[in-house]
């Protein structure tokens, strides 16, 4: 992590994130002051999450094909592009505002999808495998700490431009992204950054990339995915404890304001704080890993997370709900470290971005599931009871699928785990 390319790029990817951040929080501020429609409001988180979940496996294949550099760079490009021409359509069609800000949020979800797997296709390539665990932290803390900063700094930049105006900003931030991705042509990559030439050994060695399709790649992937039993249970548990973090999301207002009966400007800051408290989780991990293996740092923060869920299901005063709450959602960060650096030993590198956005896309699945479970039983039963039955899930999860990986796991070899051979440095 030392190389200032590297630095200049990452450095570009903190502006691309809070470029993200800052769109998702205008958008509905644009669709509503337009329209006053809160069910318009609502369609657009569901415009903007569908084209996300359904690219990822579309991602892996131009990741595998085409570089994961090259993808990213395109997809920060066409993000940028696509939100200045639509602060300029804006004032050519001012009529349709809603149609042309879904279609920019189903557009920039779509190249989220491409960028999201393509950065974790290329970070391998260019990080010596002792420093992934490290370099996962990074990401992990950009993400989490854009997820603070960003909304924030949309809000306060509310107090001199309109949120129409704020798509300026989230352009420019996009175009810093792409123009990131040029600083890494001075690295020596450790793997090669070019497609794949065959999907097995005996396919055809030049090509094949050409002539495969694109149900033909997703098949490889599917293949590689189910021939790894690890990966199948790391996937397994990662969508329990997106399950947990679901319910927490979409629920979170409901129990600050009505069963707790607290100011909206108590949720929000509620929100800063959680995401103030992960970063800092992720900012102990290098401490944390001169004790512990990533193998056992993901255990504490998986059952922590649990911990947090059922806290959440019991509390009776707002105090302790704050704290399983933070729990809950603040443990994450360090859960994610562990699910990616330990997948990065098990999936080929001609793989990486076929089987990556099949796992994220199984991962992101119980996210969707957690808001439709809210909406169909929430009326009938108390919300608190369904964090009492996912944190009583995450129990018998953590027996049959994390505790059985110790004896398998890479990174439950040591505290700071050395290099090994037969492990393939891939990201997920």
């Known amino acids: 992590m030392g190389s200032w390319q590297l630095r200049v790029f990452l450095a570009a990817r903190v502006l691309s994130t809070l470029g993200d951040q800052v769109l998702q929080f205008a958008v509905p501020l644009i669709i509503y002051t337009a329209t006053g429609s809160v069910s318009l409001a609502g369609f657009a988180f569901l415009v903007e999450w569908l084209p996300r979940l359904s690219s990822l496996p579309l991602a892996g294949v131009l990741s595998d094909r085409f570089g994961g550099r090259r993808v990213y760079a395109a997809s ?8 200045l021409l639509t602060v300029l359509a804006f004032g050519r069609w001012p009529g349709h505002t809603f149609g042309l800000t879904a279609t920019l949020m189903a557009l920039c979800a779509f190249c989220y999808a491409q960028t999201f797997i393509a950065l974790e296709s290329t970070i391998p390539q260019l990080v010596p495998k002792e420093d992934l665990p490290k370099a996962q932290g990074v990401l992990q803390i950009i993400n989490s700490g854009s997820g603070v900063f960003g ?70 992937g599917v293949r590689s995915l189910a021939a790894a039993p690890i990966l199948l249970s790391l996937v397994g548990l990662t969508m329990v404890a997106n399950l947990m973090v679901g319910f927490a999301m979409a629920t979170g207002a409901a129990l600050t304001i009505g069963r707790f009966h607290q100011h909206d400007t108590v949720f929000a800051t509620l929100q800063i704080t959680v995401g103030v408290f992960s970063v800092g989780t992720l900012l102990l991990l290098s401490r944390l890993r001169r004790h512990l293996s990533i193998y056992r740092i ?15 299901g019991v509390a009776p005063l ?37 089987v990556i956005s ?62 090994v051979a037969v492990a393939v440095p891939v990201a997920s």
């Open 151 to 220: 909304p924030a700094a949309g809000g306060l930049m509310l107090l001199w431009v309109s949120p129409t105006q704020l798509l300026w900003v989230s352009g420019v931030a996009f175009a810093v992204g792409a123009c990131g991705v040029p600083a890494l042509r001075g690295l020596n990559p450790l793997t090669p950054d070019v497609p794949a030439a065959a999907d097995s050994p005996g396919a055809a060695r030049t090509a094949g990339v050409v002539r495969r399709s694109v149900l033909g790649d997703l098949r490889v």
């Open 298 to 312: 993901g255990v504490l923060s998986f059952l922590l997370s649990a911990v947090g869920a059922a806290l959440i």
């Open 76 to 83: 920060d490009s066409v993000r940028a592009v696509a939100c």
């Open 318 to 354: 707002f105090p302790l709900y704050v704290l399983g709450y933070g729990l809950c959602l603040g443990m994450t960060g360090l859960f994610n470290v562990f699910i990616r650096v330990e997948r990065l030993h098990w999936i080929a590198p001609a793989e990486r971005g076929r």
């Open 358 to 419: 099949l796992i994220v896309l199984l991962n992101q699945s119980t996210l969707p599931l957690a808001g439709g479970l809210v909406a169909l039983i929430g009326g009938r039963l108390s919300v608190q009871l369904l964090f009492l039955a996912v944190a009583a899930l995450a129990w018998p999860a953590y027996a049959l699928l994390l505790r059985p990986l110790r004896t398998q796991a890479m990174t439950a070899r040591s505290a700071d785990p050395a290099p």
